[in-house]
């Protein structure tokens, strides 16, 4: 049997929901899921203000869109991170400034201060990595400072927390993702959350294709995007979300089966104080080469995966400036994300050890 690295586990209610989708014969992007998921998203998360859509890239796009970033603007970036991150800052026209991460494997708040006061970005996007706060009150506090709009990428870290406060819901926007490898899936997806009222307003605005209002006709003054999340899949997620506190216990589980057994053998990702993660992959670094672990898991039906490779390390990046001391890449070259779908046993995980620890 493969062992893959994220898969989808569904709640048993999924096939249900969609059921009443089909009964209600709203199958496009409107109907009562939609409203019942963005409802849910807000309470669980205590975000005011949630737009669900068809990925949490579109989050992004429409968060930078509905900020006024345009060419000319420049955008700090997490470094280490997956390129959907940066890439709604190129659909836009501006300019990433690239931020490496410290030893939490976060965003380093000390190289983003310095590109702060040297290139006056107008806004800050910052990941919550494999499912781990940032030291996102220390960011948050240098965006207020030096006056950039914070953006959290929180794709990967649904059900984490920092001092208590869900990540996501610090900066004036945070998008979750829920496509098929992530905690929570609807195969493909994503949340917009946000602070502002207005300014949710005129995202939504943008993600039905810009249409004016009191007109009969269609009639359009900008440009908008296709990318609302259709009801049909909205309803899966309304019956992923009765399970998040069970598959984030699971994650943690898991974590914990991989420090046990490879406690001699390899060094975690750690977790900042006062943060909770929902540990969505367990990451780990190691002295022999990743490759070597990876290429040998993969031949005994094992999938595994190398840490981001870093933005500034991609060709389509070698033009943009970088900040930081090249923590992103001593990670990249030494780590590895391991299986951790919800649905593995502990012997599972002590196999997969074991095989690890033959190459180590």
């Known amino acids: 049997m493969k062992i893959y690295l994220s898969p989808p586990h569904m709640s048993g209610k ?51 869109r509905t900020l006024g970033i345009k060419e000319g603007d420049k955008v700090a970036v997490s470094d280490f991170t997956f390129i959907a991150s940066l890439s709604p800052i190129l659909y836009q026209k501006a300019t990433p400034i690239l931020i490496d991460c410290d030893t939490s494997w976060q965003m380093d708040p000390e190289a983003l201060e310095i590109a702060l006061k040297r290139e006056h970005p107008k806004a800050v996007i910052v990941t919550h990595l494999y499912g781990q706060s940032a030291n996102i009150e220390e960011i948050a506090n240098l965006c207020q400072k030096y006056g950039a709009y914070l953006i959290e990428d929180a794709a990967e870290s649904l059900g984490a927390t920092y001092k208590g406060k869900h990540t996501g819901t610090f900066g004036i926007f945070g998008v979750y993702s829920f496509n098929g490898n992530k905690i929570l899936t609807t195969s493909g997806g994503g949340m917009l959350i946000g602070k502002d009222e207005k300014l949710m307003q005129k995202a939504r605005f943008f993600s039905t294709q810009a249409k004016e209002p009191g007109y009969p006709w269609y009639e359009h003054k900008t440009y908008g995007y296709n990318y609302r999340l259709s009801n049909i899949l909205a309803a899966i997620g309304v019956a992923q979300m009765e399970v998040l506190d069970e598959r984030i216990a699971k994650k943690r589980e898991i974590f914990a089966w991989y420090q046990e057994y490879l406690q001699d053998s390899a060094t975690f990702m750690p977790e900042l104080p006062e943060s909770f993660g929902n540990r969505w992959l367990t990451t780990a670094l190691f002295e022999t080469d990743p490759l070597r672990i990876y290429e040998y898991l993969l031949s005994k039906g094992i999938e595994s ?17 970088f900040y930081g001391k090249g923590m992103s890449k001593q990670l990249f070259q030494q780590g590895l994300c391991l299986p951790s779908g919800t649905q593995l046993t502990k012997e599972q995980v002590e196999d997969i050890c074991e095989k690890i620890i033959t190459v180590c």
């Not at 249900?16 to 849910?40: H, K, Q, T």
């Not at 995966?305 to 400036?321: A, G, I, V």
């Open 305 to 321: 995966r190398p840490l981001w490779k870093p933005m500034h390390l991609q060709p389509l990046c070698k033009d943009y400036k």
């Open 14 to 64: 999924e096939l249900a929901y969609i059921e009443e989708a089909f009964a209600s014969n709203y199958i496009a992007p409107v109907g009562e899921f939609i409203d019942r998921f963005e409802e849910v998203v807000k309470k669980y998360t205590k975000a005011p203000h949630a737009l669900a859509l068809c990925n949490a890239s579109a989050g992004i796009h429409l968060a930078l």
